[in-house]
């Protein structure tokens, strides 16, 4: 357990609906990113915070996806109308202070049926 | 566009042999790489990492192995044992602990006793 929590673990929704993910990081931790990883694959980049600052966003973030953190602690993911595609793995990773490594959180997974 | 890619997509072996597993990456301005190792239902956790301004680096049972010439990061795992089963995933980033990280599509790593 790296002290990164993500919430739910699981979830099923079907296509066309909303979801919203949470990101609790370790408490000290002020930098936050956002991967998407599918199977067989490794994660893949979608934004990166530091404090309650987007400071990137991928390409693969399109408009139906959106991110925040408002106060510099969690931070959530919603998509909106979800497709199929967007079945995969939602990892969250945070860093701080001095040290370069992201430690990750144990996913949401994301089915759309 | 930016990549990092492995050679082997599954590596079988007998507890107690050393492991190896091979990544080669594409850019050449990344600075700093990583291993992770993820296994099932979990998120990645950090193994190892090494700046492009080495060669070498060592970690307890496991060593990594940078060679910028050819583009080509390795980590070997001595003495491996069932625990290490896991996917291993390779990734590199430009400027550590501040940007995203691109990973590889990972090598399965599977201990036989």
């Known amino acids: 357990d790296t002290g990164v929590s993500q919430d739910p673990r699981h979830k099923i929704t079907k296509r066309g609906q909303n979801v919203t993910f949470r990101c609790d990081p370790i408490s000290e931790h002020n930098r936050l990113y956002w991967y998407r990883q599918t199977l067989g694959q490794g994660p893949e980049f979608l934004t990166y915070?530091?404090?309650?600052?987007?400071?990137?966003k991928s390409r693969l973030l399109s408009d139906r996806f959106s991110a925040e953190r408002p106060k510099g602690s969690f931070s959530t993911l919603e998509i909106q109308r979800t497709e199929q595609g967007d079945s995969a793995m939602y990892l969250c990773?945070?860093?701080?202070?001095?040290?370069?490594?992201?430690?990750f959180g144990p996913g949401t997974r994301l089915t759309v049926t | 566009g930016e990549s990092v890619g492995l050679h082997l997509p599954t590596l079988s072996v007998q507890e107690g042999d050393n492991s190896i597993i091979n990544c080669a990456y594409s850019?050449?301005?990344?600075?700093?790489f990583i291993w992770y190792k993820q296994e099932s239902g979990k998120g990645p956790q950090f193994i190892i990492d090494?700046?492009?301004?080495?060669d070498k680096r060592q970690g307890q049972r496991v060593t990594v192995l940078l060679n910028k010439t050819v583009k080509h990061l390795s980590l070997q795992i001595a003495a491996t044992q069932p625990g290490d089963s896991a996917v291993y995933f390779c990734?590199?980033?430009?400027?550590?602990?501040?940007?995203?990280?691109?990973f590889g599509t990972g090598t399965r790593l599977l201990v036989s006793p």
């Open positions: 090494i700046r492009s301004n080495m």
């Open positions: 990734a590199e980033t430009k400027r550590p602990g501040f940007q995203k990280l691109v």
């Open positions: 915070f530091q404090n309650e600052a987007q400071l990137e």
């Open positions: 850019n050449s301005a990344s600075d700093y």
């Open positions: 990773a945070t860093g701080g202070g001095r040290s370069y490594e992201q430690y």
